[in-house]
């Protein structure tokens, strides 16, 4: 039951995140993003908040310190939408996982032949 309430926690956490970011945040250097998943510890003090940076490396980096920057605003922010006893401590942390899926696309398509759409027969 309580593995159940952290992911209900952090899916209505990623869906007000994503919001916030895109009405409140004023910071310019929050750049092109997708908050793709939030983790939440077991105590319930710590959201680890997975973010989809997009564009140049430089890019992406002021895009993460600015998220950083602005993570006790938000979580002000959500705890006056929320409706929990305390909203946890928000980290911003890079998602590298659609990277990493389009480096293995990238290497399968290498390897395999004709991009594997033979027909079995």
């Known amino acids: 039951m309580p593995h159940r309430r952290r992911v209900r926690l952090g899916e209505q956490l990623r869906r007000e995140l994503s919001d916030a970011i895109r009405t409140r945040v004023r910071d ?12 939440v510890t077991e105590g319930l003090w710590l959201a680890r908040v997975f973010v989809e940076l997009h564009g140049p490396e430089q890019e992406r980096e002021r895009t993460l310190a600015a998220l950083r920057r ?3 605003f ?8 929320l409706h929990v ?14 990277e990493a899926g389009r480096r293995i696309e990238a290497v399968l398509t290498d390897v395999l032949p004709d991009g594997g759409d033979e027909e079995e027969g």
């Open 28 to 39: 310019p250097d929050v750049g092109p993003h997708v908050v793709t998943s939030v983790e």
């Open 70 to 72: 602005a993570a006790p």
């Open 74 to 81: 938000l979580r002000s922010a959500l705890a006056a939408e």
């Open 85 to 98: 006893r305390r909203v946890p401590e928000l980290r911003f942390l890079r998602d590298g996982s659609a």
